[in-house]
T-cell receptor, first 113, second 110 residues
Framework: DAGVTQSPTHLIKTRGQQVTLRCSPK?????VSWYQQALGQGPQFIFQ???????QRGNFPDRFSGHQFPNYSSELNVNALLLGDSALYLC????????????FGPGTRLTVT | QQPVQSPQAVILREGEDAVINCSSS?????VHWYRQKHGEAPVFLMI?????EQKGHEKISASFNEKKQQSSLYLTASQLSYSGTYFC???????????FGKGTRLHILP
């Protein structure tokens, strides 16, 4: 049973560019949440997708957007990259909504230069 | 609204016990505990729901004081594999918007 997978593993971008990160949820899961984790900090909630719609959003600017596909996989897009966007981006999947257990993927390490 | 974890770091010898605390200034619906090793994804340990329901690993125990908005994670007879950073996450509105604390770094010595 495959767990949560994310791609790519690492990414280096230049300030001002755009980036797309991808996530495939654990088998049987239909909900995907995205988090940003800066070095030495806890994960920060970006948004959650359920039934192909953004269900919840954290305190992140509109430069951060996402999408969920019919197969429940998801993308995180970040436009106009800033140096401060450098972080580990984690995807977590769960079944349904309402405080079910979230399982995290290995993350994508984004470096903005 | 970010929960506060204590202590920030702790060093133990194998076999010793540890308690990690998590407190919030807001009423909580649930508390989630994860452990993250360096360079790896956070791993689920325990979820505690308002009303007393708990889901998690058999060897991990935790408590949730709903009145005080506090949770504690109990690690007994610690093993080397327990080393890592422990995060508590809180959900105030049962909306899956989990806010994580800054973490507690646990190091187990042989």
């Amino acid at each position: 049973d495959a767990g949560v997978t994310q791609s790519p593993t690492h990414l280096i971008k230049t300030r001002g560019q755009q980036v797309t990160l991808r996530c495939s949820p654990k088998s049987g899961h239909d909900t995907v949440s995205w988090y940003q984790q800066a070095l030495g900090q806890g994960p920060q909630f970006i948004f959650q997708y359920y039934e192909e719609e953004e269900r919840q959003r954290g305190n992140f600017p509109d430069r951060f957007s996402g999408h969920q596909f019919p197969n429940y996989s998801s993308e995180l897009n970040v436009n106009a990259l800033l140096l401060g966007d450098s972080a580990l981006y984690l995807c977590a999947s769960s079944y349904g909504t309402g405080n079910y257990v979230q399982y995290f993927g290995p993350g994508t390490r984004l470096t903005v230069t | 609204q970010q929960p506060v974890q204590s202590p920030q770091a702790v060093i133990l010898r194998e076999g010793e016990d540890a308690v990690i605390n998590c407190s919030s200034s807001k009423a909580l619906y649930s508390v989630h505990w994860y452990r993250q090793k360096h360079g790896e994804a956070p791993v689920f340990l325990m979820i505690l729901l308002k009303g007393g329901e708990q889901k998690g690993h058999e060897k991990i125990s935790a408590s949730f004081n709903e009145k005080k908005q506090q949770s504690s994670l109990y690690l007994t007879a610690s093993q080397l594999s327990y080393s890592g950073t422990y995060f508590c996450g809180t959900d105030m509105n049962r909306d899956d918007k989990i806010i994580f604390g800054k973490g507690t770094r646990l190091h187990i010595l042989p």
